[in-house]
């Protein structure tokens, strides 16, 4: 036995053999972290949270329900009325999904604004990409469970994106449904992929933050971290930040789940499936919108569903459409503008895929994904050509100094 | 640049320490008391739901149940064993010294009226189901009934005799509610 382990006790001698407190000290306390980092970096965290928050009541809510066609819907029905706190576990489950989308859909436009997808942490942002496309399969999967009117026809709709492929699509459904149409061996195979699918997430969040620590994170200003007077240790400062920010987000999702919980649901969704009947406006759930807006836009079958598709894995390619060496929009003028209009026909294509599908709506889906598009396709590559920009500020501390300094606060030279 | 640090070393200096305490101890005990309540309502889901407890009373005919026959029934899932005895049976389990039993019960405190014995049908030991309800069965030494699981002998009255198991066959709770039918928990 060593000095060091008689000195210390249990904890240095678990250490020297597995270094777990050394890899939490390493990781959570002492981990140098950009100094000026704002609340849009609070979402990687509550992402985070939100992923533990949904495996446990989804675990606990498996244990009550029934993946069978003639059961499903009344073992869901048996859970708000006769599970002790069951509505409870069923509504922090269903809004957990959406507060998810939400919170992952701004810790997305925080990396594009800030362009965190850059060298070097393309990989930690193809892999988020990799992540978005595992919650956004979960989500579609978990909706299926509840086997009311909007479950089956969703099902159903999705399903038949695939037989949009020539040749290989009917047999590709065929294999989806596990028979002729959406049926009990399709909602079992849902079920059990439902249930398997976020510890796929947790693994690549797991990757995601490996990546994420071997350089640290990026900042609003996009500058590198050149010395130790950029950096603070990430506890106390950014662990209060985190909690503090963590606070406000279950405040505004319990004032969902207890005020308002089926308020970003359909109503369509508490009658039981019926495959002899097509409710007559079925939409998909809000997340999914702008998507469902592109693949409306498009006349052709195979070309919207392939345009839906795209416009996700345009994501991957991000890193090399946009080679501007400069990251942050902060010192882009011309990016930041192009930025926040594709933020804006982010919001239009979100709104019209609610619409009905006939119209002035079919002229605005179309040229909102036109823009859609030509963001990531057309303007990326060409500011990174030709963009000018003024001079950078020589470092984190400068950057965050000068901004005191010009704006005359006071709270700095009190 | 100099009068900035300065100003910083002082504040360090003027840090309140009760106050910095005072708010560590409310955010951390709000947190606790938050997550405790909260764990606790979601373990809670896995307590027996209220379409399981309305299921937790049954009513039973007896009049189809002729002298020295035996009837089963369900309740909460368990079986519950009814035995219409017998005078023999009877005089047998309340002849018995209560000395003598290893769980000490007499027969009297075990039925309502002596003709009828409700008994959870699970052995005391490891929770097998004991023989002894059909004809043909074994009944054990006793006369009442065998678990065949380990070896436990149960008497008329259903108390222990012989056997690993520690206890007597519990009695549910149930009360007659006419002459012939019995309500059970
Ligand atoms: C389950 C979902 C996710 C979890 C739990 C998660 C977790 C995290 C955490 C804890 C951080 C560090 C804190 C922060 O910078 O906000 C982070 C950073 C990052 N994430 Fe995610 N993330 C998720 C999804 C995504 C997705 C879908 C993308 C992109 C498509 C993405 C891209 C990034 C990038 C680029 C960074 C580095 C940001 C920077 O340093 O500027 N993440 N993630
Ligand atoms: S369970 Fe009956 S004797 Fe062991």
Redesign the interface.
Known sequence: MSKDTEKKGITSWIDERLPVFTFINHNLRDYPTPKNLNYFWNFGSLAGVTLVIMIITGILLAMQYTADTDLAFDSVERIMRDVNNGWLLRYIHMNGASMFFIIVYIHIFRGLYYGSYKYPREILWMLGVVILLLMMATAFMGYVLPWGQMSFWGATVITNLFSAFPVVGDYIVTFLWGGFSVDNPTLTRFFVLHYLLPFAIVGVVALHLVALHQFGSNNPTGIDVKSDGDTIPFHPYYTVKDYFGLGVYLIIFAALVFFAPNFLGHPDNYIPANPLQTPAHIVPEWYFLPFYAILRAVPDKLMGVLLMFAAVAVLFLLPWLDKHRVRSAQFRPYYKQFYWLFFIDCMILGWVGAMPAEGIYVTISRAASIYYFAFFLIIMPILSRYEKIGELPSSISSAVLSDKFDKGTENYAK | MK??TT?AKKDSSQIDEEKRDFLFVT?AGLAIAGGAVTAV??V????P????LALSTTEVDLSPVEEGQSLTVMWRGKPIFIRHRSQEEIDSASNVSIENLKHKATDDSRVENPKWLVVVGVCTHLGCVPLGQKIGDSKGEFGGWFCPCHGSHYDTSGRIRKGPAPLNLEVPPYKFVSDDIIKIG
Request: glycine share 0%; aromatic share 0%.
């Open positions: 009068k900035t100003q955010t309502s979601l809670n889901t896995m307590n739901a209220k379409d399981v």
